[in-house]
């Protein structure tokens, strides 16, 4: 495992290159290679984008439609 040092001038961006490196653990104890050796085919790759996309779509519209709805409410 390679380790380096970085200086983050914004904690925004810390926290996102943090949970990069979560989302990386997490693959890697689930699937038991790094995303680099991952053998997948070119159209799973494509799947999976599509999928997660999907997913991302869905959880905009919750988060608009919970939002106009609190902001309804003031």
Known sequence: MKEKTIKFRDPVVERVV??????????YEKYGVTLDK?????LEWLNHLQ??????VLYLQKAKEKHEAS???E
């Open 51 to 56: 999928e997660e996309l999907m997913d991302a």
């Open 38 to 42: 991952d053998p997948s085919e070119m």
């Open 18 to 27: 943090d949970k990069f490196v979560g989302r990386s653990d997490v693959g």
């Open 71 to 73: 902001s309804s409410k």
